[in-house]
């Protein structure tokens, strides 16, 4: 019991260590309930993400010496690139963005040393480069094309033209294929609507090994061959179609309206 007891006391302090770190960046609703987790849970590791995450964040925009609008959060639209720096903190990555290779490496230095100061491990650190592979994503700035990464792009390609053939398979298992493919085609969000029959076989089948239903083995097919035009052009000019769509089980709506271009480029 004692032992419980140090154990909760050192996860508690850590917790106020990294509440202190994180700033004014943690919603306060939030507090209590997370602080009441890692007390009776002080293994959980969910709740500690969470909170390096907003860590992350503040201490990455303190150390940058830019407004808080240069910071990319979930808080707020994204601000515009123009001749500025912007800073992403997503989770343990840090990525800095500008047109001015410069100011990336600046930006990134003085997180680097402020991070490190505080005791925190850097690692993989590059400088600024106009390719760059990122959470799983190739970055060409030349083509400002945006696209999976080929090594993986390549096997996911391969896994879903297996599950084409009709193997015998838990859902459990085409859920996780089908998470490789939705980070795939988050590029493309259009092409999510091809999932349904394969979504049924996962909820049906989730335990069980059977072999793969003909209708989802046909979705399979056609995701294998559309992955490969799941990329994003960034240089496209705006569309002044503005679309909003949504869906579910029991019926699906659809609608648009045209804009102008100066409002649809509005953050």
Not at 53 to 75: C, E, K, N, P
Not at 235 to 250: F, Q
């Amino acid at each position: 019991e004692s032992i419980r007891i140090w154990a909760a006391i050192f996860v508690f302090l850590r917790y106020v260590r990294l509440l202190l770190l994180s700033g004014g960046f943690l919603e306060r609703s939030r507090v209590v309930s997370l602080g009441l987790c890692y007390a009776l849970c002080p293994w959980d590791g969910v709740g500690f993400f969470w909170i390096a995450q907003r860590v992350h964040a503040f201490q990455a925009w303190t150390a940058s010496g830019l407004s808080f609008d240069r910071l990319i959060h979930y808080h707020a639209h994204p601000p515009s690139l123009s001749d500025k720096v912007l800073v992403i903190a997503y989770c343990d990555n840090l990525n800095v963005a500008s047109t001015d290779p410069a100011a990336v490496n600046g930006v990134k230095d003085r997180v680097v040393a402020h991070l490190t100061g505080l005791g925190f491990g850097v690692h993989e650190e590059t400088s600024a480069s106009i390719l760059s592979t990122n959470l799983g994503y190739d970055i060409d700035g030349r083509r400002g094309i945006i696209s999976a990464r080929s090594g993986k792009l390549e096997k996911v390609i391969l896994a879903f033209e297996w599950l084409s053939w009709r193997p015998r398979i838990t859902g459990r298992h085409v859920e996780v294929l089908i998470g490789h493919a939705i980070h795939i085609l988050l590029l493309r969000r259009e092409l999510l609507c091809v999932f349904r029959s394969l979504y049924d076989f996962i909820y049906d089948r989730y335990e069980s090994r059977q072999r793969l239903w003909p209708a989802a083995a046909r979705e399979a097919f056609w995701i294998s061959q559309l992955l490969r035009l799941s990329f994003a052009d960034i240089r496209k000019e705006w569309n002044p179609e503005v679309t909003i769509s949504d869906a579910s089980l029991s019926g699906y709506a659809v609608g648009s309206s045209y804009w102008k271009q100066a409002d649809v480029r509005q953050p």
